[in-house]
């Protein structure tokens, strides 16, 4: 099996805090999607942050182990020199350019490709999303939360990513939404042929789309396989699934 992301015993720790990842191990194979689930805390954003060469950002750093993208060692690596070499996500709270029309947002993730195919990339995105090309001279501000979330997809597909990393696509949106956004995400995977890994809180939208899944609990792996081992196992309702409802969310 060709892996696109394999992470080898890795441990992060934020200042002088204790370990927020602690010996994680993780594979996403070519074209496969990986699900990332875990509580609030967990320390799936942080695993994001490690891969994505963001730590630093964010005052934390490596303390073991590696990160392999398609065979080559990536951690340490800033996160402009991951994205030529074909990482793109799209991060925890989009973090779209709000001053920036729509289409210079695009033109941001389209940075890394040579200029001839800058066009054909913005004609993809937007064929893929038509409320994006409606609204391209927009401020991006001034979108909705959905709309916003499109763009960060936008933005992160444009340059044509072989493994894509997602942060919490759906927090805040409503589930119809949501599962548009989902859709157009698993045609970009079918079209472009991108991995990728999907941290998302409603862990029964996940498995319904991942072949695959990890559990974090306090920055540990407790629990791996098939997505449909992962949602059989009793771990998944006690450790996880249970806080979720606990905290009011609803499942499709
Ligand atoms: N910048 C930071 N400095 C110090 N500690 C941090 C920082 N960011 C995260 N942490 C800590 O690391 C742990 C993991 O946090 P992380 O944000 O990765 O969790 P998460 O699984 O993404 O949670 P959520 O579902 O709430 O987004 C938590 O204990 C958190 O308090
Ligand atoms: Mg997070």
New binding site residues.
Partial sequence: MSLVLDIQGLSVA??R?GL?LEDVHMQVPKGGIVALL??????????IRAVTGLLDL???HITAGQVRLSGQIVSGLPAHRLVRLGMGQVP?GRLVFKHLSVEDNLRVGAAVLPRAQVQDGLDAVYHLFPRLLERRQQAAGWMSGGEQQMLALGRAMIAKPKLLLVD?LSLGLAPLIVRDIYKQLLVIGETLGTAMLV?E?NANLALSFAQSAYL?KQ?RVVLSGSAAEVAANPLMKSSYLGEAKAAGESTP
């Avoid at 875990?38 to 695993?47: E, H, I, S, Y």
């Fill in positions: 934020y200042n805090k927020a875990g509580a609030n805390g967990a320390g799936k954003t942080t695993l964010h005052h934390g925890e919490e941290v809180q974090l920055g």
